[in-house]
């Protein structure tokens, strides 16, 4: 009873985080894209004198882990603000049920999981900045909306049961009942039997610069993913499975300017 009242205000809370994070994502595109005037104004700030940008990041999504995942992604700026990028991310998705329990031994597993859900996403986008970042002070925002294909592996999650076997979880097999399971078998024991689902993603964010120089990046970047795919995922087989997918995220990302 403790467990489920924990993960409904769980729950609750990533409702109301998505629902945060896409009004603000909304209220400052509308207001960068709608006024002309607001490009001139930001042009009395630092020239934007490169060409080229490269950043790594490293993801926190209200549907994955404490690291949910990693992304690559390459900019060229177009002039007038604007920036065109291209990238590839690649995240674990979670199914809102799981939870990792304790065996006897200290080994922890995720009980009815019986597969993993990684989404790889190939990525096109543009990006408009809001706001440069003056000389040694202020902060550079952007809103960036980006969208691709979306790549689902579905990776068998394999279980380590009494006598050391190793098995795929099967919910029909009564050995794969709580008290038989010592704990996970390891996340790369299934990826040779790994299954690909086709599917398409979106993505709208903003990005918050404070610390960078004209050639170092360093920022946040926070926004609001969604993932759709052509079959349901069997990520859990007695929970209900959906081919939708939606999350928050928060980013930390680093690179560079050329």
Known sequence: MIKFRYFSSISKLAAKLKHYF??????????????PAFGQQIRQYIDEDYQVENVFGIVKATNGGLISG???RHSNFL????????????VNIKHPREAKETTFTGSSFVFG???????????????KIFFKKAPQQGARITGLVAAGPAIGMEIPYYIEISQSQK?????????HARPFIVGNAGPFRGLAESKFVLGGHAKASLTFETNST????FGIEVGYTLDLYTRKINIMPLAENKSLYSAAFFSIY???RN
Do not use: C, H
């Not at 896409?22 to 006024?35: C, D, E, H, R, Y």
């Not at 604007?82 to 990238?87: Q, V």
């Not at 999981?113 to 990006?127: A, H």
């Open 113 to 127: 999981k019986s597969n993993y859900l990684i989404s790889i996403r190939p990525t096109y986008g543009r990006e």
């Open 254 to 256: 680093f690179g560079r």
């Open 214 to 217: 004209k050639r170092r990046v």
């Open 79 to 90: 002039g007038n603000n604007n920036l065109s990028n291209w990238g590839i991310e690649m």
């Open 70 to 72: 990693i992304y690559f």
């Open 22 to 35: 896409k009004k603000v994502f909304f209220l400052f595109l509308f207001v960068g894209l709608i006024s």
């Open 167 to 175: 098995a795929q979880y099967d919910p029909t097999n009564n050995q």
